[in-house]
């Protein structure tokens, strides 16, 4: 299943309060600083948050990403470096909030989810970011290596990321953590198609807690990803000054993505439903074979229940001549065998021909 985690306030705390992780579970904060003009761009990592505030101040384009957990002292580090408002930063510290978009003074705050799978499981990391009007400002507690594919962009000479403002660098990542969402739901179809085959082949408990997970699995992503369409769509609907015009039309292209997604999830869910109904047919049908093949082995033994039934009789035969006058025969036994096994014969050529097993 997903992990989401969540931590709130004590009561009466007031609101915008920051509470970091505690130390023995905060994981080691590591900030990338990428500085960048269509000329020169500048790469640093594992910088401590105060390094950023020069780059900050230059005429050129920044993009600072946050991995980890955040402790206390680094907490005030980033806010006073970046001038965050405290109510953003709340969002950024408790994990499983709702992707959003939230306009404060001069920034633009965003939160996404980005659906990861590990060991078969949907984990769904979330990521948070600050636009303004020369910078863009990341947080992300899982792994910097789906991000490395946007610095890797902005090394190349020439690059259209290079070019342009910090908006469309936003573009970029929102693309890059929407399009997560597809290497995801490929995975979900091979598990599907694995499914479906074991279906075919046996249809036990495992199969069933299988199909169970999958669905809940697809569920709780269509939850966490159903939002990103929301975000996109006030984005291109509203008047934000830190989006240019020329950015929107790439924004497009991210709704036109999470409209894929959307369907795609959508499609395995309803498909997931299916597979359901198909494995409770399959032991619908496996049950059926069984009471069949029992009905056919229980009604060949009744009519040898009947023979030896009346044979087993205690008439005495010296009393009378119709007293079971088969007893006296040399060959009476032998007689009764070949009857008892000519009766199976017939009812099992008769079967055959009913198609009954």
């Not at 384009?61 to 206390?72: C, F, L, N, Y």
């Not at 074991?198 to 699995?217: F, P, W």
């Not at 929301?230 to 993505?257: F, P, S, W």
């Not at 069949?292 to 009393?319: C, E, H, K, Q, S």
Request: charged fraction near 20%.
């Amino acid at each position: 299943m997903a992990f989401f985690t969540k931590r709130y306030h004590p009561p009466g705390t007031a609101p915008g309060t920051l509470t970091a992780v505690p130390a023995d579970q905060a994981a080691q904060l590591k900030v990338h600083l990428t500085d960048y003009t269509a000329d020169q761009i500048t790469a640093l990592e594992d910088i401590e948050p105060v390094e950023c505030q020069p780059y900050l101040q230059r005429d050129s384009m920044t993009w600072v990403h946050v991995q980890g957990h955040p402790t206390e002292a680094a907490l005030h580090e980033l806010q006073a470096a970046f001038k965050l408002h405290h109510l953003a930063l709340e969002d950024v510290l408790n994990r499983g909030q709702r992707p959003k978009i939230e306009p404060y003074d001069d920034q633009l705050f965003i939160v996404m989810s980005m659906p990861l799978m590990k060991s078969g499981l949907v984990e769904v990391q979330q990521v948070s970011f600050f636009l303004s009007g020369t910078f863009v400002i990341s947080f992300c507690e899982g792994d910097f290596a789906p991000f490395r594919k946007i610095v890797n962009r902005l090394r190349e000479p020439g690059s259209r990321l290079r070019s342009r403002g910090s908006d469309f660098l936003l573009y970029g990542l929102l693309d890059l953590v929407i399009d997560q969402g597809f290497p995801v739901l490929e995975d979900f179809g091979q598990q599907m198609e694995d499914l479906e085959e074991q279906i075919l082949r046996t249809s036990d408990n495992e199969t069933l807690e299988r199909i169970h997970t999958v669905k809940r699995e697809l569920i709780l992503l269509r939850h966490m990803l159903w939002p990103h369409r929301e975000v996109i769509n006030q984005l291109l609907r509203d008047d934000h000054a830190q989006i240019k015009e020329g950015t929107m039309i790439y924004l497009r292209d991210c709704y036109d993505h999470t409209i894929q997604l959307m369907d795609l999830l959508e499609t395995y869910r309803d498909m997931m439903g299916s597979m359901l109904d198909i494995y409770l047919s399959s032991v619908n049908n496996r049950m059926n074979e069984v009471i069949r093949v029992l009905t056919v082995i229980a009604t060949i033994f009744i009519p040898l229940t009947f023979i030896t039934g009346i044979y087993g009789m205690n008439f005495d035969r010296t009393a009378g001549f119709w007293n079971m006058p088969e007893l006296g025969l040399p060959y009476g036994y032998v007689l009764v065998w070949l009857l008892m096994v000519g009766v199976v014969a017939s009812m099992l050529i008769y079967f055959r021909r009913r198609k009954w097993f």
